[in-house]
């Protein structure tokens, strides 16, 4: 059983392993490639910082709670992005005629697009969000019980399987729009910005879009106000941070009906 699991893997190691060894072979691209992504994720932070320090309190959170909430939020997002985020790149392997390679390959097709191109760049701005997320944790008073604990972890692991998610819907949809990015990352990265505002200060359709549609609220402002011990508005009390995991798995299968549907829909690059 251990050595047919290690079999099956040893694709994916030996792709991901030769592509950050390519990364590596030039410094001084690899070194500018890795500031630029630091830079974006300094200046994401830099927006929230400046809109929360010129105001008391947005949404019913000051500046130390913002920063448990752009913590959470875009670390659930790097995270994500760094292990998914290139399948924003299918149109361009359709166009090319790149998709239909994986298709003569043993392996799933999405996990084969999950390993095609992973960017240590990412790296950096993984460690900005983290970074603001562990200054957010010092700087709140927040009672560390047992549940807040599971909480915290579960939450981590929900936003980025819910972020993850959204790549692979918009993956699926690109079958059919084929130049369609701009459209699918309205869904993916504007889902990252809209999890960095407290949700509480959106119109009630936007509630339900990014608390129940797209379920990025459950990446931070509910567990942000659960573990603060705010009470939340009525769309979106505190308790439901608890359902992070139920709003993934809606995601997911969400993720995998769109891949399923638009690689049926495929019919070969046509070169």
Same mark, same amino acid.
């Given at each position: ?9 040893? !694709? ?14 030039? !410094? ?8 630029? *992504?630091? @830079? ?14 010129? $105001? ?8 130390? /709670? ?12 790097? $995270?994500? +992005? ?8 299918? %149109? ?8 239909? *390679?994986?298709?003569?390959? !043993? ?19 993984? /460690?900005? *969000? ?12 927040? +009672? =560390?019980? *047992? ?5 915290? $972890? $579960? ?7 819910? #972020? ?37 200060? #959106? ?8 608390? #129940? @549609?797209?379920?990025?609220? #459950? ?13 939340? %508005?009525?769309? @979106?009390?505190? =308790? ?9 798995? =809606?995601?997911?299968?969400? /993720? ?16």
């Amino acid at each position: 059983m251990g050595e047919t699991h290690s079999s099956r893997i040893a !694709p994916y190691r030996a792709v991901l392993a030769s592509r950050m060894r390519a990364q590596r072979a030039y !410094p001084l691209s690899f070194a500018t490639d890795v500031l630029s *992504a630091l @830079l974006i994720g300094l200046m994401e932070f830099a927006e929230m910082w400046v809109i929360f320090h010129n $105001v008391r309190q947005l949404g019913g959170l000051d500046l130390n /709670a913002m920063l448990l909430l752009f913590g959470m939020s875009n670390t659930c997002f790097a $995270v994500a +992005d760094m292990i998914v985020g290139h399948a924003d790149t299918l %149109p361009t392997y359709i166009r090319m005629g790149t998709l239909d *390679a994986f298709y003569l390959r !043993p392996q799933p097709l999405l996990l084969q697009l999950m390993t095609s191109d992973i960017q240590l760049r990412r790296v950096a701005r993984i /460690a900005v *969000a983290a970074t603001v997320l562990a200054f957010g944790l010092a700087r709140n008073d927040i +009672d =560390w019980s *047992a549940a807040h604990l599971v909480l915290f $972890v $579960v939450t981590l692991m929900s936003g980025i399987a819910i #972020f993850a998610g959204l790549f692979v819907c918009a993956a699926g949809v690109q079958f059919f729009l084929i130049d369609g990015a701009e459209l699918t990352n309205s869904f993916t990265y504007g889902g990252s910005y809209a999890s960095m505002q407290p949700t509480s200060v #959106f119109p009630t359709p936007m509630k339900l879009v990014f608390g #129940f @549609l797209i379920p990025v609220a #459950f990446t931070s402002y509910l567990p942000a106000i659960a573990l603060l011990g705010l009470s939340g %508005p009525a769309l @979106l009390p505190g =308790w439901l941070a608890w359902a992070a995991p139920v709003a993934a798995a =809606w995601v997911w299968a969400a /993720a995998l009906f769109l891949w399923r549907l638009g690689t049926r829909h495929y019919q070969g690059g046509g070169g």
